[in-house]
């Protein structure tokens, strides 16, 4: 069984492409196995997440190959 995490991860890759050549170089947030926006900086989506997603597992990742891994952020409830 996959974890929330694995599913968000596996949404992701299978939305990088249209995400890419919609947007190019963003930054994505992926929830319920959905792409619901894209940011040009990480801390907007670090921020929109924890206002609309507050308990849910989601991810937050750079379209581009080159960018650096983001910060592990934990949001409490």
Sequence with gaps: MATPLTQEIEAYKALLPEIQSKHGSVWALVAHAKLVKVFDEFD??????????PNDQV????????RGIAPFIVSKA
């Design 59 to 66: 991810l937050i990742r750079h379209t581009s190959e080159h």
């Design 44 to 53: 907007q989506a670090a921020k929109y997440a924890d206002d609309q997603f």
